[in-house]
């Protein structure tokens, strides 16, 4: 996740969340009564008219009388209404409106001490908020400011120091720190003007106040003013380093952002303990915006990233994973990512307890958070230390199985599983092994199957041999867990293509005599021909020698004992006469082209024969009709005729095809039946020299 936007890209949106704000704050005032005759629809001279109407009311009413305080107060809101519609702003600046609202952000000469004081506040707070929404439009900032508005701008905002405390009160000094927010806004002079006239320190005062509302207000004219000036940073971070509350973080993080040098001074000033302390605070705003703040002092110093985890930053960032506070389980999470990438902390952050919740988080439907998380796991798998602990909770099997929202995340998962994969050799990975002996069962499982997914296949025969791994897999799979048997399937089908690269047609046994192929000219030729089979009725002449050379069927069938060894013409029942002559081709020429509309016929007569080659052959063109509908009866068949390479391509079938058939009927009895079968092929598999070079 990225921290905070740099400023200059959200100014154009502040700038109109600004002016919203003030508006809103204009239609939730019941003393507000604007006549609807004034809307912005109105002719141009009526519009002067009623602005030079309202200028000399206020013109004419700077005093403490009853009368003249209401008229004032009134003129102030008509002349904000108005100023909503920023097509009339440029009317009411033209119709000299800003001298009369600048003069009436003071208050009027006292007549005595004891003298009444009506609408107090209220008419310096409606001036302050008609400034405000003029100086939207930059081109009348500098007016304003020159006729005279910064300085009882900045009285305003000392209004609560005279002893002063009300809603009114709060009002004026809000509606005070958003128009100097809006005065200063892009405009360099101004913001200089407003140190210069002391706006800085009474504005940091105010993040301690206790209408947040005033907090909010204070805080986005200090990060106006900080941003792109040198000199106001550094007196703003002066007094921050002070005063430490979730508005005056906020600030911090921006100038942080903004400013590598910033960030040092702050860290000089000896902000980094009390950020960290307010981890610990009972306001989630303020822990939110700690959190942040934490995360941007490690964006890149190495040294800061150690220093924060050693003032004890690590359990109360893992304790707000566990929030109900989503932007904080998301702001926690991005800190300890940062604080993750350093070899320093990781070991630290695991041992505290940071995993279990890390993992859980990679759950949410919160693509920000979700990926927050994936980036702090991706630290922590960087050390060693961490890898038994991220298999023991179910990690491995987390990141595998997770439903990530975003393209980010998916990659950063990836490379997560790639760390933990480089890691699972020497010390690690005996550790591992001593686990998969001695730990609970729920754990012995859990290492074996991340181990099926993760290990060198130069690791496999000791792990799933010597060490029992393959039985842990087997007891998965064939248990009555559907959870469990889907997880047995995945780590055996991952299992199996590292240990074996599968080969189209594997050669048959050598035969006991050297192997004669007479050619394609001698198939069904009597040239020669010393015997001739009876099939369906027609004649296919044949040469022993041939036949001898071909299998140990025939071998038999003409030196043992058997009738047809002298008989000249030798029935066969059984065969179709295509099935018989594509079989003889294979004889007499060592090759053939096999469909797979014959492909199960011709399966039979090799296996009659012996003719391994062409069982080879035979047995591949099935496997690539192997489906979802037809495995079980591919297995079966692979079963009545010993084809061996067939039935491990089933078996492959469903271990990988497991979710898709395990709701078929029968399939439940079909795992029990092929489990023997699994172990057998695993044990040759992985008990060979050279694994990569197994034929099956």
């Not at 380093?241 to 040092?264: C, D, F, M, Q, R």
């Not at 491995?396 to 760390?419: N, P, S, W, Y």
């Not at 998965?476 to 199996?496: C, E, I, M, N, W």
Request: net charge negative.
């Amino acid at each position: 996740m990225e921290s905070r936007k740099h400023q200059d890209k959200e100014n154009l949106t502040e700038r109109k969340g600004q002016k919203r704000k003030l508006e809103e704050e204009l239609d939730e005032d019941p003393e507000i009564s604007i006549p609807s005759s004034y809307s912005s629809g109105d002719a141009h001279q009526a519009l002067l008219c009623e602005v030079g109407a309202q200028v000399n009311i206020l013109n004419n009413t700077f005093s403490w009388k009853e009368a003249d305080r209401a008229a004032a107060k009134r003129a102030t809101h008509v002349l904000a209404e108005l100023a909503k519609n920023e097509e009339v702003v440029n009317v009411i600046v033209d119709g000299r409106a800003v001298p009369a609202l600048v003069k009436h952000l003071q208050a009027p000469p006292s007549e005595g001490e004891h003298s009444p004081k009506p609408f107090e506040h209220e008419v310096e707070k409606g001036s302050a908020f008609a400034l405000g929404l003029l100086a939207v439009k930059l081109e009348h900032q500098q007016l304003i400011v020159d006729t005279g508005a910064l300085p009882h701008l900045v009285d305003l905002l000392k209004r609560h120091k005279d002893g002063f405390s009300s809603r009114a009160v709060n009002s004026v000094i809000r509606r005070a720190a958003d128009a100097i927010t809006n005065l200063a806004h892009e405009n360099s002079s101004i913001k200089t003007r407003v140190r210069l006239e002391g706006g800085i320190p009474p504005l940091v005062e105010l993040l301690e106040f206790i209408d947040p509302k005033v907090q909010r207000a204070a805080a986005g004219a200090l990060r106006t003013l900080a941003f792109k000036n040198d000199e106001n940073k550094n007196q703003v971070m002066c007094l921050l380093t002070l005063l430490l509350h979730y508005e005056a973080v906020g600030v911090i993080g921006n100038l942080v952002h903004s400013s590598p040098n910033i960030k040092k001074e702050v860290l000089l000033a000896g902000a980094l303990q009390p950020v960290i302390g307010l981890l610990r605070s009972c306001c989630s705003e303020s822990q939110r915006e700690a959190a942040l703040l934490l995360g941007q002092f490690a964006a890149t110093d190495s040294d800061c990233k150690v220093h924060i985890v050693q003032r004890g930053a690590v359990r109360p960032l893992i304790e707000m994973l566990q929030s109900s506070d989503v932007q904080l389980r998301e702001m926690s999470a991005f800190a300890l990512g940062r604080l993750a990438q350093d070899t320093h902390n990781q070991a630290g952050i695991a041992h505290n307890g940071g995993l279990v919740p890390l993992l859980k988080l990679l759950d949410s439907k919160n693509g920000s958070l979700q990926h927050n998380a994936a980036f702090a796991l991706y630290g922590l798998a960087d050390n060693e230390d961490n890898v038994s602990d991220f298999i023991k909770v179910g990690g491995v099997q987390k990141l595998q199985d997770g439903e990530f929202i975003v393209q980010a995340t998916k990659d950063c998962v990836a490379k997560t599983l790639k760390r933990l994969e480089e890691k699972i050799h020497g010390r690690v990975l005996n550790h591992l092994l001593y686990l998969m002996r001695v730990a609970e069962k729920a754990v012995q499982r859990r290492v074996a199957l991340a181990l099926a997914h993760l290990c060198s296949p130069e690791n496999q025969k000791t792990i799933f041999m010597d060490n029992n791994g393959l039985e842990l897999l087997l007891v998965l799979f064939g248990s009555t867990s559907p959870r469990q048997q889907l997880d047995g399937s995945v780590a055996l089908y991952k299992l199996a293509n590292k240990a074996t690269t599968l080969s189209p047609v594997d050669a048959a046994p050598p035969s006991p005599t050297p192997q004669v192929y007479l050619g394609e000219q001698f198939v069904n030729n009597a040239t020669l021909s010393d015997v001739t089979f009876l099939v369906e009725g027609k004649r296919f002449y044949a040469h022993r020698i041939c036949l001898l050379a071909s299998s140990d069927a025939f071998r038999a069938m003409f030196d043992g004992g058997y009738r047809e060894k002298d008989a000249r013409d030798i029935e066969i029942p059984n065969i179709r006469w295509e099935v018989f002559e594509l079989m003889m081709r294979f004889i007499y020429t060592g090759s053939v082209d096999v469909t797979l509309d014959i492909a199960q016929d011709l399966l039979r007569a090799a296996d009659q024969y012996l003719l391994e080659g062409l069982k080879r052959l035979c047995e591949y063109t099935i496997a690539q009709d192997v489906s979802l509908e037809n495995v079980i009866s591919m297995y079966e068949l692979s079963e009545a005729f010993h084809a061996m390479s067939l039935r491990h391509t089933c078996i492959l079938f469903i271990l990988e095809q497991f979710d898709k058939l395990s709701a078929r009927s029968g399939f439940c009895h079909l795992i029990q039946r092929i489990i023997p079968e699994i172990r057998n092929y695993f044990t040759k598999a992985l008990t060979r020299p050279n694994p990569h070079s197994l034929r099956l």
